[in-house]
C-alpha cells in the first residue's frame, strides 16, 4: 500500500518509508509479538528500538568461561547480572537516561531495570512462561482487593496456546488449581530434574508443597514445523512457508550455556531470535534502532498521525507516520511517552482522561533463602547444566488455606529454586569455616569439592497488589539527554506483601530443614526485612490498566486507548493485577490478541 | 607445603609506577602501625581509584579480556609478589590442581582491588591495607618479605590471621582481609577451567540429551520415586 524508497529491513531516518499500517515501539516480547503477528498477516510495520542492533547468533558468549570475563563476570553496575548477561545499554541506571523517586526512603523506592538494545530485555529474560489462570484475571471477584480485568482466561486462553507454539515452551499439565493445562501440540517435554530439585521435591511433600516441571521457553527439542505453521496461521500459505522455514533455523538446546546470556543457536526464546527473523522475512517490517519517542502526536480529529522521535546518532527529532501506533516500550516507559504526548486536545497526556495513566504500578513480591544440604555433599561427578536455568518450580499451593483466612495476606506467590552444580563464578565456593576460623592450605580444596554442588536457594515469587501508593509520573525538573522529561516513581508495599514475603522465608527455612539442611539465622518475622524493593524482580506492569470503562482504566478490553482509538497498548501496562506468575507469557498473548484485534479493525476501516 | 615462588610463572614487573608509589606509601604509613593488630582504624586509606572508568555497558562478550585490559592495576611489584605468595598458602598445588599463582589468580585480586565498582573499591582498601600489614609483619619477624620467608613462617602467619577476632577487640583488619583474600583467591581459582575440573564441575559442554542425575545417585538417596519426567 505504501512505496518504500529501497527494500531494506534496517533502516535509517533518511530512508524511513513515508508511511506505514503501524508504527510499533519497542522490540522486546511486546513489540516483537506484535510486529509478528501483524506483519506475518501483510501489514506494513516501522518498529522504533531506543537501543542498538544486536545480533544474538555474534554476540552471545556461549562457552565463555569467567576467566577471560573482566573480574571473573562479577556483578557490577555496567552489568548487574554479572558480565556475560545478555543485556546491552542498560542496566538500573541508563547514562542519559536518568529517573527519580519521590521519596529519600529506600522502602518507597523503585528501582528500574532496562535495556536499550534489538530485542529489549527479552534478551536476558529468565525464560519462565506461566500462564495467568482464571483466578488471576479476577482477582477482585475473590477477595475484593484489587481491580478485576475485564477480560477472562478464556478470552487469553487461544493466546497462550499460539504463543506457547510459536516460542517453543518445555513443561508438562500438572491438573494443578489455577495453573492452567495446555492442549496437546503446545509444549514440548520437561527436561529431567537435577538431584537437589528431586530432592526437594521428595521433602516438599512433608511440607504439603508441589514440585513440577517449571514451564520455560526453551526447545527441548526441535519444534514440528510441520504442523505448527498451519495451526497459527490458518488460510496465510506464505506466513506458514515464512515460519516453517524459520522453525528448522533454530536448534534444540545443547544443554550448555546459561539462558540468560542469550542464545546463538535460537534454542530459547527472545525477541530477537523467534519474533523478528521471520517477521523480517516477510518484508513487512522496517526496523529503526536507536530511535528513542518522545512523542504521539494527534491532528486535529484526536487521532494519532504516528510517532515524533529522536535518532540518539544526532539529536535530531524526526517524524514517522502509521494508521496505528502500537506502544510496547515497557509499561514505565509506555506512561512516559503517553505523558510527554502534550497536546492542546489532551493537555494532561495522551490516552490520560481519567488521569489514570502512571497509576497502579505493580511489580513482583520476591524473598529468598538459602542453606547447604549435607545430603548433597561429595555427589559423584555429573553435568547439571541441562537447560541453562529452572527445570522445577512449586506454583501457589495454599489456595484453600488463603480463602479461609488463615494467611493473613490475600495472594500466592510461587517457588523457584536453584540447586545443584552450576558453572562456578566471581563467588567462592561454599565451603563452612568451623569456630569461625578461615579455613586455607590443602584441606580448603578438599573441602571446596565436598561441599560444591550440596547448597540450595529459594526465590519466592508473589503477587502484587495494585496500590494508588505505587505509581509513576513526570518529573517536574528532571529530563534526560534530550530534554525530555523523566519519569518519577512512588513506592508502597502493602501488608499483603510484606506478610507474603515473610511467609516466604519461613517456609523456605522449613525447607531447608526437611532437606536436612541447618538454618544459620532465623527467617524474617518482619516482612520488610525478607522483601525485595520494588522493581528489583523486573516485573513491573500497570499504568496504563486495562478497565472496562474510560473513567477507571486507560485501556479497554483490547489494549486501545480509550481516548485516542488509533493507539493501542501491547507491553505490560494493560496488566490490571500482577499474578505471581512471570508476566513475559502474557505480555505476548496479549500483543498477539491487541495485533489480532488492529488487523480486524484496519480491514473494516475503524482505524 | 609446596614452594609456590617456585612453580608458578615468572612474575614480570609492571607498568603504573606511579599507583605503585602511592600505594607503597600507603603501606609504610601502615609500617608505624606495626604492633597493632587493627591497621583498619588507623591507617590512611589508600587513593581512591583513579578517574578509571570500568567496561561500560556494551563490552564485547565475546573476546576473552585479561587483568588490566580495562583498568589500571593497583598492586606494587612486591604487593604482587607477596599477594602470589598468599594464594599459594590459600591454595596450595596438590595430585589435582596446581597453586592458586599457577592460574594467575593474585592479577585477580589485583583487578578486583583495582576495578573502579563499589563493591571492589569496598575491598580494595582491606586488601591492600591488609597485604601491606602482612609484608610488615614478615619483615619485622623473619627479615624477609612474605614472599621469600620460608612456607613454615608463612605458615604461621596465616594461622594467625585465620583466627577469629577476639570479642571484644575492636576492628581486626587481619582475620578480616584474610578471610576476604581467600575467598577472592577461591573464586579466581574455581573460576578458571582448571579449578572448575578440580572442584566437580563438568559441564560447559554440548549434549545430545539431558540425562538428569546418575541412577545410582539418584537410588542412594532414595530418590527414585522422585523420577517422574
Redesign the interface.
Known sequence: MFRRPHPMAFVTPSSVAEAYDVIVVGSGAAGGQAAYTLTMEGARVLMLEAGRNYDPRTETPMFQTPNGAPLRGAPTPDKPFGFFDATVGGGWTVPGEPYTNASEDESQQFQWYRARMLGGRTNHWARHALRNGPYDFKPHSRDGLGFDWPISYEDVAPYYDKVEMLIGVYGTNEGLENTPDSPEGCLLPPPKARIGELLARQRGRKLGIPVVPIRRAVLTRPLDHEAIPAKLHPGNPRAQRILAEDMQMRAACFWATSCGRGCAIRANYQSTTVHLPPALATGNLDILTGAMVREVPVDAAGRATGVVYIDKATGNLHRAAARVVVLAASACETVRLLLNSKSNRFPAGLGNSSGLVGKYIMDTVGASWGGQIPLLENLPLHNEDGAGGLHVYSPWWLYKEQRAGKLGFARGYHVEFGTGRGMPGANAPYVADPDGVTRFGPGLKEDARRYYGSQVFFSGRGEMIPNADSFCELDPKVVDLWGVPVLRFHWKWSEHEVRQAAHMQKTFADWIEAMGGVNRRKPAEDGTRAIEPGGKVIHEVGGTIMGSDAATSVTNRWSQTWDVKNVFVADGGVFASNADKNPTLTIMALAWRTADRILDQMRRGDV | ?SEPMKSGPPLAPRMDRRLAIKWMLAAGAGALLADSLAFSAAAPAGPTPGQAE??????D???????G??WPLTFSEAERRDAAALSD????G?D??PSAST??VHD?ID??VS?P????ANDRKLIVDGLGWMGTQSRKRFAAAFADATPEQR?SL?QE????APAGSGPVAP?KF??RF???A???F????V??R?????????????????A???ER???T???K?
Open positions: 607445603m570500568g567496561y561500560g555497558r556494551d563490552a562478550l565475546v573476546k576473552e579480556h585479561r587483568p585490559d580495562f598458602m590459600v591454595l596450595p596438590d589435582r590442581s592460574l594467575g585477580f583487578e578486583w576495578a565498582y563499589p563493591t571492589q605458615l596465616c590471621m585465620a583466627q577469629p582475620s584474610f578471610k581467600r575467598n577472592l577461591m573464586a579466581g574455581y573460576s578458571t577451567p579449578g572448575m578440580d572442584l566437580g564441575y563438568v559441564g560447559n559442554v554440548p549434549l545430545a540429551r539431558f540425562e538428569g542425575p546418575p545410582d545417585l539418584v538417596l532414595g530418590l520415586d522422585e523420577v519426567w
